[in-house]
């Protein structure tokens, strides 16, 4: 079975361009999930879906950041106009829908974003 | 607030010795998940564990072994007779709503030969 996916592995972009984010998750895993680690900092939470719905966009650092997941599947993250601080490692995770208990998430081997 | 604490930025460590990476929390649920996760050089994020609030049976799996101590919120992680292929950046997270995960800083472990 294929694992989380994300597409560009590396972005290197200058501050003012946009840059575009790719996740496909595991197939038939309805939770998908971005987070990111800047600097070497924690990883933080951005966003969640629960399919093609935005159950959870609390983490979401400002409006430049644009999540969507059409079609329930694959999801992308845009960033415009991207800034200096935007740099970091973007990972993606999916999940099955479970009613109660826990959703494991299985993680991408994410996106590393560098804007010059 | 959630907040897991990582204080071991980097680790190294040479190889056959035992290591131990800590990681405290903080959180006001009574239900709530802890994990740990491996980042080796090529960048995904290997699940290791998972705890439940509930359990606080140490785990042992090979090397690696768990100490989970709610009276000092700590799930410190211990890695035995420590191998090069170890080498990696450890997270510790946190999870109370079944979603959002709540990750520490993470510690770089380097073993060397």
């Known amino acids: 079975e294929a694992g989380v996916t994300q597409f560009p592995s590396h972005s290197v972009i200058e501050k003012g361009q946009t840059v575009t984010l790719r996740c496909d998750p595991i197939?038939?895993?309805?939770?998908l999930y971005w987070y990111r680690r800047v600097m070497g900092k924690e990883i933080k939470f951005l966003l969640h879906?629960?399919?093609?719905?935005?159950?959870?966009e609390s983490g979401m650092p400002n409006n430049r950041f644009l999540a969507e997941r059409t079609g329930g599947t694959y999801s992308t993250l845009k960033v415009q106009p991207a800034e200096l601080e935007d740099s970091g490692v973007y990972f993606c995770?999916?999940?099955?829908?479970?009613?109660?208990?826990?959703?494991?998430?299985?993680f991408g081997p994410g996106t590393r974003l560098t804007v010059l | 607030a959630q907040k897991v604490t990582q204080a071991q930025t980097e680790i190294s460590v040479v190889e056959k010795e035992d290591v131990t990476l800590d990681c405290v929390y903080e959180?006001?649920?009574?239900?709530?998940?802890l994990f740990w996760y491996k980042q080796p050089p090529s960048g995904e994020l290997v699940f290791l564990i998972r705890?439940?609030?509930?359990?606080?049976q140490n785990e042992i799996s090979g090397r690696y072994s768990w100490n989970f101590q709610k009276s000092t919120s700590s799930f410190n992680f211990t890695i035995t007779a420590s191998q090069v292929v170890d080498s990696a950046v450890y997270f510790c997270?946190?999870?109370?709503?079944?979603?959002?995960?709540?990750f520490g800083a993470g510690t770089r472990l380097t073993v060397k030969p």
């Open positions: 997270a946190l999870s109370y709503n079944n979603n959002d995960m709540r």
């Open positions: 879906f629960v399919k093609e719905s935005k159950q959870d």
């Open positions: 959180t006001r649920d009574t239900t709530y998940y």
């Open positions: 197939s038939g895993h309805d939770n």
């Open positions: 705890r439940n609030s509930f359990d606080e």
């Open positions: 995770a999916s999940s099955q829908w479970r009613l109660a208990g826990l959703n494991e998430q299985f």
